[in-house]
């Protein structure tokens, strides 16, 4: 199994860092908004934003999901949700409405922390208005898809051995 590079677990320490904050506001308001937004987009951005990912165009600067989604797909660095993801990319997830139906937009955001055991872990926020960590089965049917940023322009993986010691592969 390929060793995390530095870069990917950057994002993801970011977004650990933050776990079991509630309500968002530290990313809805950073992000622009005066009152509370649905956050989870404006949460992957902050995250993204503490990296330096947004000012070198590895990420977007995104509050609307369908944004997100446009975003990676229009540069080709897009997966489908079938796919087994790696850590440090942009889980994009389509659940099921009232109606039992999926309507095909995605309507939550979530970073992949790592890929074990057939699951994907993830960390999220707003889910359940709260920064939390989840997991879902690989393929599972409302993971719409993922976002796949080109980390390895910022880093290497011989940086990501003499930095951070390499986590459970």
């Given at each position: 199994e390929k060793i995390m590079s530095f870069v990917n677990r950057q994002i993801v320490d970011v977004a650990r860092s933050q776990l079991?904050?509630?309500?968002?506001?530290?990313y809805w308001s950073w992000y622009g908004f005066p009152s509370r937004v649905e956050w989870c987009a404006c949460f992957v951005s902050w995250c993204a934003d503490q990296c330096g990912y947004i000012d070198s165009g590895i990420m977007p600067r995104f509050s609307g999901c369908s944004q997100g989604v446009n975003w990676f797909q229009a540069r080709n660095l897009w997966l489908d949700g079938s796919a087994t993801p790696?850590?440090?990319?942009?889980?994009f997830f389509d659940w099921v409405d009232d109606d039992g139906t999926q309507d095909g937009n995605s309507d939550h955001v979530g970073i992949v922390e790592k890929v074990e055991g057939g699951r994907v872990y993830t960390i999220e926020g707003k889910s359940g208005d709260a920064c939390q960590q989840n997991s879902y089965p690989i393929g599972y049917f409302e993971i719409f898809g993922y976002g796949t940023p080109k980390y390895e322009s910022g880093g290497t993986e011989s940086d990501s051995e003499s930095n951070a010691p390499v986590e459970g592969t």
């Open positions: 079991g904050n509630v309500g968002g506001e530290p790696t850590s440090g990319m942009i889980i």
